[in-house]
């Protein structure tokens, strides 16, 4: 009976897993030609298309790392409890969300490059930090020998496999540090080195400073990512 029991919450983490990489590919809507497109006008219209198709393939591909992770767990579990559940439906939940997440930010792909808008990338990366964040979590509790949810008979090494799953959270977190670090660091340079210049002088030349900096930083953006 406790088999059949864990073959039931592996089933339903299946059809979860299932339903969300469907649900990823419905966001894609195909266009409609009239009549009167041309095939020029027809390959343009399925170009703006590629960076849906290409945003669901990369969710794709990861919802496959997530699954394939359950797929290791469960197939090692021989009990299982009510926090094991809970961890459980935590861990899907993060799963529902990378649809909507995916759709937001590959429908919002052109706000990168004008006006920049980073609300869809930060909803995007908390969502598949959330996913391995809670899969650590559920990881680390089934795998703990305490609890004796499965065999530990030397034949599984699960703490490497406790940081494989830790090691996308560690990254995520780390390159987040360093990235508000570089940022910091950045700012107080241009602040010694430019700003600090005009703090006794005119405001217009403040103002025109600042303007310089926002033209050369902007063709440096132009020059690099097109």
């Given at each position: ?19 969300a990489i469907t649900l990823l590919v419905i966001e894609i809507h195909a266009p409609v030609f009239g009549p009167n497109v ?117 034949s599984f090494d699960a703490e490497k496999v406790k940081l494989e799953v830790l090691f996308p959270v560690f990254v995520f ?54």
């Amino acid at each position: 009976k406790t088999e059949f029991q864990i073959e039931r919450i592996a089933f339903f983490r299946d059809a979860v897993f299932a339903i969300a990489i469907t649900l990823l590919v419905i966001e894609i809507h195909a266009p409609v030609f009239g009549p009167n497109v041309t095939a020029e006008e027809a390959f343009n219209e399925f170009l703006h298309l590629l960076p849906e198709i290409i945003a669901v393939l990369v969710s794709f591909f990861l919802i496959s790392l997530n699954w394939r992770r359950h797929h290791q767990l469960y197939g090692i579990l021989s009990s299982y409890n009510e926090k094991l559940i809970t961890l459980n439906f935590f861990a899907l939940v993060s799963i529902i969300f990378l649809p909507f997440s995916t759709a937001f930010i590959s429908k919002n792909y052109a706000r990168f490059w004008v006006d920049p808008i980073v609300l869809p990338f930060v909803i995007y990366s908390l969502n598949n930090l959330a996913c391995s964040f809670f899969n650590f979590l559920l990881f680390r509790y089934a795998l703990d020998p305490k609890h004796e949810l499965y065999a530990a008979d030397g034949s599984f090494d699960a703490e490497k496999v406790k940081l494989e799953v830790l090691f996308p959270v560690f990254v995520f977190t780390v390159t987040t540090i360093v990235g508000v670090a570089l940022a910091a660091i950045f700012g107080y340079v241009l602040e010694w080195v430019f700003f600090s210049f005009l703090y006794g002088r005119d405001h217009l030349q403040q103002v025109l400073l600042t303007f310089a900096m926002i033209l050369i930083f902007n063709e440096v953006q132009r020059m690099v990512w097109g």
